[in-house]
């Protein structure tokens, strides 16, 4: 185990260093003609420290360093000088490098400067004949780093400082072993569950549980976490407690609904106070009133769907009491505006997840005893598939996928709640045990258009799952509507032209004699990264390199790098040892 772990660390060591040396050598080309501060960035640094001497006795890189982690991460790049430092605008002079660097050493004296312990990576690398030292760290999820001397920074923009008081204290709060919701109430007033609540709950629990036995109220908070040892935690108190108790020993959170015409009407405005369990069946009776049930007709197929997947809403609503920082004012709010609905909570993303890694990173809850709570009654999901339940829910009716995005320290979900395409949901309902994100994603694609690039597709499932390519090729297997076919400008999934009817498609993408040798060029070279000549004539089968050349030369998604014996053949824009 122990050396198998090495090897995954030694792996991810060669990957990161041939990723980066490919973005620094192009950050480097381009401190070759402008100031090299206009290239600092939040996750950027240039040191320019004459020599190894310098670079071990400098004070502020471990401030820098302390600044990154505390962020997003960052990279320090040692050998270029202050853009302050040129003279007459001749900044290819801040190309100074820095040479005779003990990789190992500096490492480790780096890494003493900084509290506590965190993965450092120290390499070097050679652009234009000189020698530059590059110091990467990761975000730090567990605990803020310091420097020894004491001070905790932070990076704002293209400098770094030290952390203010209370951006500490925010800062410990949005770590991942924090828990605001285990802790205990501070009790500065009388703490009581609400008596109908807790009613509604145990029952709603032992329905699921498909519990025969009586359960006692003490016997239920414990069960599900509400209470430890008898202890009411602030997430048993959120879940089930009284307006009062929740306001006292807590906070004012408040919940709102507005449903508006698209005329700007407003038919519904109800904010509220109280606990998690009351806001979830007074937001859901709200969504139900919206939720109309629709009749369509595809051809000879009658069916009726709901404007809005019911689970897609339950999962997004729960997330968002989930996820909310409670520690921050502001509320909880649902907005329907009939071709759209919207949930805003207050709070940034938690523990390294983003907008665009939310459906596949492993689940992160800033609120894990509130957390287990919900799931210990199975109101959420307890896989952390949440958002991928979301994405089935839009995708099966033609709707696009949900989109997350974070502004002013809160996260919005935003979710189509119009029907979109008839045609399109006969599939998905037709096809709901087999069919997942990759083909409800494919077929929405190709919808009336007939045709989409398979580097769309990876760009827009590259959020979703890991493999994005095998992840179209399997879905396409499953899809007898659609097939994988290529051209010169690159390698498609079109509609098939017995079903160009059915998918509202003008006109058949047309299939060339050499389509398959696209296809096997484009997933050669995407599993490979680069391929010689002499490899491709044999994946190809022609007999003469010639004709390899010519087939090449023709294809505009890929380009030669290098010449002779040394060229080798990618395709455009890969990266060929991104991590």
């Given at each position: ?17 041939r ?14 003609s ?6 600092e960035s ?18 502020e890189?471990?401030?820098e ?10 990279v ?5 000088r202050d853009?302050?430092?040129?003279v007459h ?16 050493e ?16 120290v ?30 920074c ?14 500490i ?22 703490i009581?569950?609400d008596?109908?609540s ?15 036995e ?8 414990e ?5 430890q ?28 609904f507005?449903?508006?015409n ?10 509220w106070t ?19 049930i ?32 409670y ?32 459906a596949r990173?492993?689940?992160r ?15 959420v ?5 949440g ?7 839009s ?5 696009a996928f ?5 502004q002013?320290d ?7 709640a ?5 045609r399109v ?7 709901r045990e087999?069919?997942g ?10 919808y ?52 160009k ?35 491709l004539t ?6 003469h ?13 890929v380009e ?17 040892n991104?991590?």
């Amino acid at each position: 185990m122990i050396v198998r772990q090495i090897r995954v660390q030694e792996r991810r060591f060669r990957n990161l260093t041939r990723y980066y040396d490919f973005k620094i050598r192009q950050l480097l080309e381009q401190v070759r003609s402008k100031p090299s501060e206009e290239l600092e960035s939040e996750t950027i640094e240039f040191k320019g420290y004459r020599d190894e001497r310098a670079l071990h006795n400098a004070k502020e890189l471990a401030e820098e360093l302390s600044a990154f982690a505390n962020l997003s991460g960052g990279v320090v790049i040692v050998g270029v000088r202050d853009s302050s430092d040129v003279v007459h605008g001749n900044w290819e002079s801040q190309l100074q490098g820095i040479a005779g660097v003990d990789l190992i050493e500096t490492k480790e004296r780096i890494g003493g400067k900084l509290k506590p312990s965190v993965n450092l990576s120290v390499w070097s690398l050679i652009y234009d004949e000189k020698t530059y030292v590059v110091i990467e760290i990761d975000r730090s999820f567990e605990s803020l780093v310091s420097t020894a001397s004491g001070k905790t920074c932070i990076r704002d923009g293209r400098s770094s400082r030290p952390m203010s008081p209370d951006e500490i204290e925010r800062a410990v709060k949005s770590l991942a072993r924090y828990d605001w919701s285990s802790d205990r109430p501070d009790a500065s007033s009388a703490i009581e569950f609400d008596k109908h609540s807790l009613e509604e709950a145990l029952e709603d629990f032992r329905q699921r549980r498909n519990l025969s036995e009586p359960v006692s109220h003490d016997g239920y908070l414990e069960a599900v976490g509400a209470t430890q040892n008898g202890m009411i935690t602030r997430g048993g108190l959120l879940f089930l407690g009284t307006v009062d108790s929740i306001r006292a020993n807590l906070g004012d959170f408040e919940f709102r609904f507005t449903w508006k015409n698209p005329n700007g009407e407003l038919l519904v405005n109800d904010i509220w106070t109280g606990n998690l369990w009351q806001a979830v069946r007074r937001a859901e009776s709200h969504f139900q009133k919206c939720n109309t049930i629709q009749h369509f007709r595809s051809g000879e197929t009658k069916f009726e769907a709901p404007l809005m997947d019911e689970i897609a809403f339950h999962e997004a609503y729960l997330n968002a009491l989930v996820h909310r920082d409670y520690s921050v004012d502001g509320m909880i709010s649902v907005t329907y505006f009939g071709e759209e609905l919207r949930i805003h909570s207050p709070g940034a993303f938690f523990g390294g997840v983003t907008s665009d890694n939310i459906a596949r990173h492993e689940p992160r809850h800033r609120n894990k005893n509130l957390a287990r709570i919900l799931m210990t009654h199975n109101l959420v999901d307890r896989a952390g598939m949440g958002v991928l339940r979301m994405g089935l829910g839009s995708l099966r009716y033609g709707r696009a996928f949900p989109e997350f995005r974070e502004q002013s320290d809160a996260v919005e979900v935003k979710m189509e709640a119009k029907y979109l395409r008839p045609r399109v949901a006969v599939l998905g309902i037709q096809n709901r045990e087999s069919w997942g994100i990759p083909e409800l994603l494919i077929i929405n694609s190709v919808y009336e258009t007939g045709v989409v690039s398979i580097q769309d597709l990876e760009a827009r499932l590259r959020r979703l799952v890991d493999s994005p390519f095998q992840a179209i090729e399997k879905a396409v297997e499953r899809i007898p509507q659609v097939e994988i076919c290529g051209n010169q400008d690159g390698v498609f999934v079109r509609v098939v032209p017995s079903w160009k009817n059915f998918l509202s498609v003008g006109k058949t993408f047309r299939l060339t004699p050499s389509s398959s040798n696209y296809v096997k060029l484009f997933r050669y070279l995407l599993g490979h990264g680069e391929a010689s000549n002499s490899d491709l004539t044999e994946l190809l089968g022609y007999n003469h390199s010639s004709q390899t050349s010519k087939f090449l030369r023709e294809a505009n998604f890929v380009e030669r790098r290098g010449s002779g014996r040394n060229a080798r053949w990618r395709i455009i824009g890969q990266q060929v040892n991104s991590v």
